[in-house]
């Protein structure tokens, strides 16, 4: 049990170091305006938000064609001499 007693202290700083985050971080967070609020909230519900929001990737190479497997092995054949 005295092993773990030079835990005390780092934990006691981090529980400290929570607290006061938790603390400071509060008092940023205001009351937002309902109007704005609900503009808000309307333009994240739009159809098109998303796509006017985050455009699709683009690709530098052409995607290759991939082979259709039909699940069968398949020899090749072999030319008759």
Same mark, same amino acid.
């Given at each position: 049990?005295?092993?773990l007693l030079w835990l005390v ?11 006061? /985050? %938790?603390?400071?971080?509060?008092? &940023?967070?205001? =009351?937002? #305006?309902?109007? /704005? %609020?609900?503009?808000?909230?309307? &333009?994240?519900? =739009?159809? #098109? ?8 990737? &683009? ?8 082979d259709r497997s039909t699940g069968?092995?398949?020899?090749p054949s072999r030319r008759a001499?």
């Amino acid at each position: 049990m005295e092993i773990l007693l030079w835990l005390v202290p780092s934990a006691v700083v981090a529980v400290l170091a929570m607290l006061w /985050v %938790a603390w400071v971080g509060r008092e &940023g967070r205001g =009351e937002v #305006d309902r109007e /704005v %609020a609900v503009r808000r909230l309307a &333009g994240a519900l =739009e159809p #098109d938000a998303r796509k006017r929001r985050r455009p699709a990737p &683009g690709y530098a190479a052409p995607q290759p064609d991939r082979d259709r497997s039909t699940g069968v092995a398949v020899r090749p054949s072999r030319r008759a001499s």
